[in-house]
């Protein structure tokens, strides 16, 4: 498994609002897709390419565009989805697939509630969103499932992680080809299970408490 952090003080500063418990929801969707076109460019450094040639106005040059199949980008419901338009705006070709889990917050397991995704997902370029990798039950069991259908190579883009979440899926995701691309590595996780110090319940603060 591969983890990237980012390193940019414009992905930091915007992370410091996020955190920031003032911030406002319209203001935390905003924040959370523009990070996420940021960590896009990081995460799609390995997107398969292939070369085309062309015609400029002056010669015939020759260039690359994305290869087929189309890659899939796979928000897991409900706080993935406020990081969606911030991805297909760098990857608009990209075909989208939904998983929702949420996590039991007495035993911090996952359950899966809908799945809307191709069947077979042979040779294909995944991408998971999810903005919070904590204790990284949701996400091994997301990326469990994309491999069970044949996934080539599945990207992950978290806004925070726990350091005991990595750990997990490390041990999970062994012998895969995993990448995670986080906008930071937290310090640890408190005794609900939240990232400390964290930014709270993320799908709370994009769309209120259900
Ligand atoms: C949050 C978050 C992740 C999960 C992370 O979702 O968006 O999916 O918790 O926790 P874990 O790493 O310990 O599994 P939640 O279950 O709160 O659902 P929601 O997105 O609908 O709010
Ligand atoms: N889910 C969240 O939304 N926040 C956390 O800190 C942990 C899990």
């Known amino acids: 498994m ?5 390193d940019h003080p414009l992905i930091t500063h915007k992370l410091t609002v996020l955190r920031d418990k003032t911030t406002p929801s319209p203001v935390f969707r905003a924040l959370t897709e523009e990070l996420v076109t940021l960590l896009a460019y990081e995460a799609t450094r390995g997107v398969t390419v292939e070369e085309i040639t062309i015609q400029t106005p002056v010669t015939e040059t020759v260039g690359v565009k994305i290869s ?3 890659p899939l980008v796979v928000p897991i419901l409900r706080a993935g989805l406020g990081m969606l338009e911030g991805m297909v705006k760098l990857l608009p070709t990209a075909e989208v697939g939904f998983l929702g889990m949420v996590r039991n917050e007495e035993t911090l397991e ?7 995704l191709p069947d077979d997902l042979s040779d294909r370029q995944c991408f998971v969103l999810d903005p919070m990798l904590a204790t990284g039950g949701s996400l091994a069991a997301a990326i ?10 599945v ?3 978290c806004l925070l992680a726990a350091p005991e979440g990595l750990e997990r899926l490390e041990a999970e995701t062994a012998g895969k080809d995993v990448t995670i691309v986080l906008g930071a590595l937290d310090e640890k996780l408190d005794e609900n299970g939240y990232i ?6 993320a799908g709370d603060r994009l769309y209120g408490v259900v």
Not at 110 to 116: L, S, V, W
């Open 2 to 6: 591969r983890v990237h952090v980012a």
């Open 68 to 70: 087929e199949p189309r």
């Open 110 to 116: 996952p359950t899966t509630y809908a799945e809307r």
């Open 144 to 153: 469990d499932f994309l491999f069970q259908r044949g996934a080539m190579h």
């Open 155 to 157: 990207t992950a883009i």
């Open 196 to 201: 400390v110090p964290g930014l709270g319940d």
